[in-house]
């Protein structure tokens, strides 16, 4: 499998309302569509998650189950996980109405499964769009609920709010201390009863949005030169004092894919090049679209793209702090 998105022949588990993903896969809808309707054309309904004996070798005090599903493409029995007995089984469509109650409806924009099925998410536009227009640039930052959950017991039912940069898609995820913005179940429990507490929580996240936005203003209206840009690189990844098995190239060719992004469509055409927002993104983008998967497998690029690994999330935190610093100085 060379891509996380689930896929059987020329079909995957992916839709997207209007604009499609860089990725080029699944079904691009042209107008808006129900919960159900989404579930559908994503590959992730009916799935029948169930939990179903398994007998492992040894002996434990514990009862341990397969989580299996049924293939949305071929029908057959699929194993997602091997969990406790603790373990509460969730239904895709129990997650996806979860996500619509707490918006009372509201507008799906994607929906997918990832990880061989053992991941799936769907996110809803929120009316809150942030423009940043200084001296003519438009930057339009829209804001989005994501709600994702797996089915062999990694994540709990999590929703979060996150901005996501129209013009190339990317995830900002800003986790700025002190904003809580997320609201998360175990897998020990039930979303029953959950949407209250869920908007509640969720209602912090519109002091999220105020620091987000009032973070990417002070960015955007620092204007910083070339030579500035190319410290903040140096300062972010620092040029190697020795040539060890080829760092010195490596090191080069990540400074010139830098300064191709700066340059390019989502940065110097959106008209944020030269400011510090403009070198974040750069930064940021590059972390989630230019680095090569090891192995020729992009499963952890692209999961780390879309805001499911911690370690990429750190990363960005350390950039921006790196921009500030620089830019600021």
Known sequence: MSHLLEQ???????????????????TILDSEVSTQEMLEVAHLAGWNVRLEDVALPGRSHKNYFAVTRTNPFDGDADVLGVVG??????????????????????????????????VVFGSLALDREVVLDPSGATDKVNTYLLVHTSHDGSLAVQASVTPVRVVCQNTLNYALSGVKQSYKIRHTSTVTGKVQAAREALGLANKYLDEFEKEAQTLITKEITADTFFDIIKAAYPEPDKDVKGSLTKWTNKVDTLWDIYQGDTVAQAGIMNTAWGAYNTL??????????????????????????????????????????????
């Open 284 to 329: 940021t983008e590059r972390l989630d679209w230019f680095r090569n998967p090891r192995g020729g497998n992009a499963e952890g690029v692209l999961a780390a793209a879309s805001g499911f690994d911690a370690a990429t999330n750190a990363e960005k935190n350390r950039l921006l702090k790196v921009v500030k610093a620089v830019a600021f100085a």
């Open 85 to 118: 007995e603790r373990y509460k089984v969730l239904q895709n469509e129990d997650l996806f109405s979860f996500a619509d109650n707490m918006l009372d409806g509201g507008r799906w924009e994607t929906a997918g499964s990832i990880k061989n099925g053992t």
């Open 8 to 26: 059987y022949g020329d079909m995957a588990s992916f839709a997207s309302l209007r604009e499609p993903a860089w990725h080029g896969l699944g």
